[in-house]
């Protein structure tokens, strides 16, 4: 089952399998955040600040409405 970047707490991870918004999908792949990537939930800011993840090993900032079109498949640790 996908579950949005928003759904994870702090810590949980899995892969990206596809976005729900081709306008801000362009815009993440162009970054290098692609379907099958690694993700982990890093750092979530307060006031809905933001996300802080680590994709494929790489650190990025995003704005809630940006995560909230990531979907990801949960790791099983």
Request: hydrophobic residues 40%.
């Amino acid at each position: 089952m996908a579950n949005s970047v928003i759904q994870l707490k702090v810590g949980n991870g899995g892969r990206i399998t596809h976005f729900t918004d081709d306008h801000i999908a362009g815009k993440l792949m162009t970054m290098g955040v692609l379907p099958g990537s690694r993700l982990r939930v890093v750092r979530i800011a307060p006031f809905n600040g933001g996300y802080y993840l680590k994709v494929d090993g790489m650190t990025i900032v995003l704005r809630n409405d940006e995560a909230s079109n990531i979907m990801t498949t949960l790791d099983n640790d």
